[in-house]
């Protein structure tokens, strides 16, 4: 059993997808770092000797801490902030835990975008609907916990983009954008590495409703009406895009083990 200051892999796997999991402090020093320069999903690095700063951050917060093994770092900051009151625990075994455990994934740091103002900030062109509501979903759960999103006339994209250092996403002529066959959903799996099954699952769902394919996914059809039923009960983009994160939660978890429920009326009664 771990100890109170402990958090293991396997109790990390269960939330690293819900709107509940932890922020993921990754306090690595930098050798260690880049020698496997690669982070759990949604976290984002501290550096060890800013201990002030480190408390600051996860005073009265959930938050997990984590090195390269957990071993000499982790735990003796973990140890510090508690004699002061601040309970944080560290991931039993680190990143390499992580790393070799069974259906985990890692986010390659050279993908991620530059922070601006402590985040990373993405922009698209206003009034979304399907892949430009699906795609804040995954940066925000996989990406990064505390990024900004911004829409702006279709227009204004790539000006407003480069006057705030933002990553544009779901319009032409950008990585992160529709490519084949590909959703922008897909190009963001692709980049980030996040190819778990329950993610290519989803999809293959966005991929079918965003392209009008709904022979692809039968799913698509009900997506659709909740994508268009939401864009029309919305005249603001962002309480959109956080009423849509429920749908995208729910979709999740039931492309994670749900397919295989069905429901009958009425029931047979035994």
């Not at 200051?5 to 402090?25: K, S, Y």
């Not at 002030?52 to 510090?80: E, F, H, M, P, S």
């Not at 698509?220 to 939660?249: N, V």
Request: aromatic share 8%; charged share 25%; proline share 6%.
């Amino acid at each position: 059993m771990p100890s109170p200051t402990e958090f293991t892999v396997t109790q990390l796997r269960r939330p690293i997808r819900t709107p509940d999991c932890p922020l993921i402090v990754d306090i690595s020093i930098d050798p260690d770092f880049d020698h496997d320069p690669h982070l759990i999903p949604g976290a984002f690095r501290h550096p060890h000797t800013d201990v002030d700063g480190l408390k600051a951050l996860i005073n009265g917060r959930d938050r997990i801490i984590t090195c390269q093994q957990a071993i000499k770092l982790c735990q003796r900051l973990v140890a510090w902030v508690r004699g002061d009151g601040i309970v944080a625990p560290y991931l039993q075994g680190g990143n390499y835990a992580w790393r070799d455990a069974i259906d985990t994934i890692r986010i390659p740091a050279s993908a991620i975008p530059a922070f601006v103002d402590k985040a990373t900030l993405w922009l698209t062109r206003h009034r979304p609907k399907i892949d430009r509501i699906a795609c804040p979903w995954l940066i925000r759960r996989f990406v990064d916990r505390k990024t900004q999103l911004l829409f702006v006339s279709a227009v204004e994209v790539m000006g407003d983009a480069e006057r705030y250092g933002a990553t544009p996403f779901g319009i032409e002529g950008v990585a992160f954008s529709h490519h084949g066959q590909g959703s922008t959903f897909d190009a963001i799996l692709d980049r980030f590495h996040l190819h778990l099954s329950a993610l290519d699952r989803l999809a293959r769902i966005v991929r079918a409703t965003d392209t009008n394919r709904h022979n692809d996914a039968p799913e698509a059809a009900g997506l659709l009406a909740l994508s268009a039923g939401l864009s029309r009960q919305y005249k603001d983009d962002q309480q959109q895009k956080e009423a849509g994160m429920a749908i995208y939660d729910a979709l999740c978890r039931w492309a994670r083990d749900g397919q295989n429920e069905g429901h009958a009326w009425p029931q047979e009664r035994r």
